[in-house]
């Protein structure tokens, strides 16, 4: 029963760090603060549309990861049956994580073994490679998100200006400018775009 609950504990850890559920997330909260000052979409919302895209992601690992272990005789040991599961996982990790994070993780690696241990890291382990994975979504989520936000930082910005012209310092340039930002976002079909630019960098 405690293995059981531990298992509980450890998967939707798992599930968040080891999937591109960090990079949507943040890349949806980042949008969050553009449209609305984190009112628009609400924080419901855009986390289960952050799920809903790292697993839709994560589909064809999960179906390799299964039609591998599925392969194994029913003879296999434990160790050949987590061989065979980690490596899609492994696969995908190596495809979407730049090598400059792989190299950074793997110095870590070796600085915190002992020197005689040192040789064995390869870079290809699954405790080298999530870290660098996770650290490569968060940076490219920032460089999404930096994108994402300049447009709406421009209306903001019109919109204060035109305010201070009229003399209306106590309307919130916030309230002026959302049905613009709204109007600016589906006007190029934003949902859209946004969901095929982050699920397409998986391909």
């Not at 599925?70 to 296999?76: D, I, V």
């Not at 434990?78 to 980690?86: H, K, L």
């Not at 919130?172 to 049905?179: A, Y």
Request: net charge positive; with cysteine.
């Amino acid at each position: 029963m405690n293995d059981l609950l531990n298992l509980a504990g450890v998967v939707p850890v798992l599930a968040v760090t080891s999937t591109a559920f960090v990079k949507f997330g943040v890349v949806l909260a980042i949008l969050r603060r553009a449209l609305g000052g984190n009112a628009v979409p609400p924080a419901t919302v855009a986390f289960v549309l952050a799920a809903v895209f790292a697993v839709f992601v994560a589909a064809p690992v999960a179906e390799r990861t299964y039609a591998a272990t599925n392969a194994l005789s029913g003879k296999a040991t434990v160790a050949e049956r987590w061989s065979a599961a980690a490596k899609p996982a492994a696969d995908f990790f190596l495809a979407h994580t730049p090598k400059a994070e792989r190299e950074a993780f793997v110095d870590l690696a070796k600085r915190l073994r002992p020197e005689a241990e040192r040789a064995s890291v390869t870079g290809t382990e699954l405790s080298i490679l999530a870290p660098a994975f996770c650290i490569a979504e968060l940076k490219s989520a920032f460089q999404v998100g930096f994108f994402l936000y300049l447009p709406f930082l421009l209306i903001e910005l019109l919109v204060s200006t035109i305010l201070l012209a009229l003399g209306m310092q106590r309307l919130q340039p916030e309230m002026v400018s959302l049905p613009f930002k709204l109007l600016l976002f589906v006007a190029v079909d934003g949902w859209h775009l946004l969901a095929r630019g982050l699920l397409l960098g998986y391909a």
